[in-house]
């Protein structure tokens, strides 16, 4: 897998936790420890994707 490749499906995985969190955010029946664990992962997936912009 290339590094742009990586970073294309980085991006996919964040804006996907993305529309969840907003999902999950509007329910009326809100889980706020799942709505922290998918907020979580995106952070881990932005650093990620930093730290291979930056190589």
Same mark, same amino acid.
């Given at each position: 897998?290339?590094?742009?490749?990586? *970073?294309?499906? *980085?991006?996919?995985? /964040?804006? /996907? !936790?993305?529309? $969840?969190?907003?999902?999950? $955010?509007?329910?009326?029946?809100? #889980?706020?420890?799942?709505?922290? #664990?998918?907020?979580? $992962?995106?952070?881990?997936?932005?650093?990620?994707? %930093?730290? !291979?912009? $930056? %190589?």
């Amino acid at each position: 897998m290339t590094v742009a490749s990586h *970073l294309q499906e *980085l991006r996919r995985k /964040h804006e /996907h !936790l993305s529309e $969840q969190v907003e999902r999950e $955010q509007r329910s009326p029946a809100t #889980d706020a420890l799942k709505i922290a #664990d998918m907020k979580k $992962q995106k952070m881990r997936l932005k650093e990620e994707i %930093n730290r !291979l912009m $930056q %190589n």
